[in-house]
């Protein structure tokens, strides 16, 4: 298994208040994604990582930001979270190929209240 | 832009029959093409994948995949399930040179003893 961690692994937390997700990699791989999961949806990508410092919005980032200050740690942020961004959040990791096949962390459950 | 479409939601299945869960996508570009399972309460793991050559795709715990161009389908089959491989099935495509990938809602497999 990809050496991804994600932490916390559960979270319940209020409305307005400010949230972090970190996902931990081992791998050295060059890219690193948050994508959230929900029922009918699937997963959809919010931001991703190209490198250090360097990020780019994916299909739902609003209401998000991440930022990448190592390799090894992409930190996903909810500024004041809402009741919409409850979901299961998942970090992805790929190597610099141009397969760029990901490898998915266990995922964190976020519920906001 | 990609889009996936997996046009069964969910499927229940005998145990030691066999399955085949359906997958389209859109695409104006070359593709690769992924299936990964979701066990429950855990990340996504790749199943396999379709990058180039050979249409038939062999994967993991006995799945296989076909890519059909011109149908733009990518459908997952097995000759005989086992209970084991109750989960979610989700089917995802990417264009050659770009590092998103594009899921599909995903397909609810449960295996009937």
């Known amino acids: 298994d990809a050496g991804i961690t994600q932490s916390p692994r559960h979270k319940v937390t209020e409305t307005g208040t400010p949230v972090t997700l970190r996902c931990h990699q081992t791998e050295n791989h060059r890219y690193m994604y948050w994508y959230r999961q929900d029922p009918g949806h699937g997963l959809r990508l919010i931001h991703y990582?190209?490198?250090?410092?360097?990020?780019d919005k994916g299909e739902v980032s609003d209401g998000y930001s991440v930022s990448r200050s190592k390799t090894e740690d992409f930190l996903l942020t909810l500024e004041s979270a809402t009741s919409s961004q409850t979901s299961v959040y998942f970090c992805?990791?790929?190597?610099?190929?141009?397969?760029?096949?990901?490898?998915f962390g266990p995922g964190t459950r976020l519920t906001v209240t | 832009a990609q889009s996936v479409t997996q046009l069964d939601s969910q499927v229940p299945v005998f145990e030691e029959a066999p399955v085949e869960l359906r997958c389209n996508y859109s695409s104006s570009v070359s593709v690769y093409l992924f299936w990964y399972v979701q066990y429950p309460n855990q990340g996504l793991q790749l199943l396999l994948k379709y990058l180039s050559g050979s249409t038939l795709v062999k994967g993991i715990n006995g799945f296989e995949a076909e890519f059909n161009k011109s149908q733009t389908s990518f459908h997952l089959r097995k000759p005989s399930v086992h209970i084991s491989d109750t989960a979610e099935y989700f089917c995802?495509?990417?264009?050659?040179?770009?590092?998103?990938?594009?899921f599909g809602t995903g397909t609810r497999l449960t295996v009937i003893p």
């Open positions: 990582s190209y490198g250090v410092k360097d990020t």
């Open positions: 992805a990791i790929s190597e610099d190929r141009p397969t760029y096949e990901q490898y």
């Open positions: 995802a495509v990417s264009g050659t040179g770009a590092n998103n990938l594009f």
